[in-house]
Nanobody, 128 residues
Framework: QLQLVESGGDFVQPGDSLRLSCAAAGFTLDLYNIAWFRQAPGKEREGIGCINLRYKMARYGPSVSGRFTISRDDAKNAVSLQMNSLKPDDTAVYYC?????????????????????WGQGTQVTVSS
């Protein structure tokens, strides 16, 4: 059974950093695209970034570009989301999701329907 498990969510202050992890169980991530989504109360789900692990290429949405970094955790079968300069607007439940990557294609964080495997989510709260 393929599973994704997020961890690392916490309550932090504006300007702080936080690192989320998305661990895969039951499959190896090498041939997958992994995306991070978030959903704040009363708002639609937002795709914030993705990584193609075959080519190790990441893409980011405008709301997090320059602050967030997605990378492979080489020591684990996992992907990390490093979040810096956190703002109250970053408060949300964060989800990772995966789908088998099409050879030669880049990942997309804007089409959640492509992602077949989802984690349960981890809460990030940014507040002073």
């Amino acid at each position: 059974q393929l599973q994704l498990v997020e961890s690392g969510g916490d309550f932090v202050q504006p300007g702080d950093s936080l690192r989320l992890s998305c661990a895969a169980a039951g499959f190896t991530l090498d041939l997958y695209n992994i995306a991070w989504f978030r959903q704040a109360p009363g708002k639609e789900r937002e795709g914030i970034g993705c990584i193609n692990l075959r080519y190790k290429m990441a893409r980011y949405g405008p709301s997090v570009s320059g602050r967030f970094t997605i990378s492979r955790d080489d020591a684990k079968n996992a992907v990390s989301l490093q979040m810096n300069s956190l703002k109250p607007d970053d408060t949300a439940v964060y989800y990772c999701a995966a789908h088998v990557a099409d050879p030669g294609s880049v990942c997309t964080y804007q089409d959640a329907a492509r992602y077949l495997y989802w984690g349960q989510g981890t809460q990030v709260t940014v507040s002073s």
